[in-house]
């Protein structure tokens, strides 16, 4: 039924040739054909949020929670943690949990889901033998809208503005969000965790 209804909303709502082609692209020629940016502050990112195909993807998961790039963006982090975490997941837990970055009470009901909580919960599926899910992060106060503010105000919208639900007895963990542009965002996720003892490898993001 799931699948039938997919195609029936496809056939009444065409999707645009960007996003088929999106679609159609393997992780491997997607991790080739797009800019990248270089680590900083702990947040390691898979694409340029420069690149207008990526800003697409980023707006397919984060507004029509698609499916296909969900997959496809879920494998391209698997394999980024891997490849920066690699001596943690050979020495050190034996697992890592991801945390993802929580939505707003008000973009939970507006959008009935959290973008960053559906690729941790797709990847924690694919590799259950390597990441638990970890949603130990709430946000407890409405916040303006990073994409509205400028880069002064988005560095101080979110203070105080998350909350670590509890203290856990695993060692550290790594957070998950769609897109970071100054940083502010992990930054204040951190702090929360750091509150709660709770220590954090860094961040991994579709784009910066």
Do not use: W
Not at 12 to 31: H, N, W, Y
Not at 57 to 83: A, D, G, P, R, W
Not at 173 to 191: F, K, M, P, Q, W
């Amino acid at each position: 039924m799931g699948k039938l209804f997919e195609k029936i909303i496809d056939a009444l709502f065409p999707k645009e040739m960007s996003v088929l082609e999106l679609e159609k692209m393997s992780p491997i020629q997607m991790a080739n054909a797009f800019r990248k940016v270089d680590s900083q502050n702990e947040i390691h990112s898979l694409f340029s949020y420069k690149d207008r195909k990526i800003k697409i993807l980023v707006s397919e998961i984060k507004h029509h929670q698609n499916k296909i790039l969900i997959e496809k963006t879920s494998e391209l982090m698997i394999e980024k943690i891997l490849e920066i975490f690699e001596d943690d997941l050979q020495f050190g837990d034996h697992k890592i949990y991801l945390v993802p970055i929580p939505s707003s009470n008000s973009r939970l009901n507006e959008r009935g889901y959290n973008p960053s909580e559906l690729i941790v919960r797709k990847i924690c599926e694919s590799r259950t033998d390597l990441f638990s899910y970890a949603p130990i992060l709430k946000k407890i106060r409405e916040t303006k809208r990073q994409t509205n503010l400028q880069r002064s105000e988005r560095l101080t919208n979110l203070v105080g503005a998350f909350n670590a639900t509890e203290k856990n007895n695993f060692g550290s963990c790594i957070l998950i969000d769609d897109v970071s542009t100054t940083g502010a965002t992990i930054s204040e996720a951190i702090r929360a965790l750091q509150e709660k003892n709770i220590f954090t490898k860094g961040a991994v993001v579709i784009a910066k």
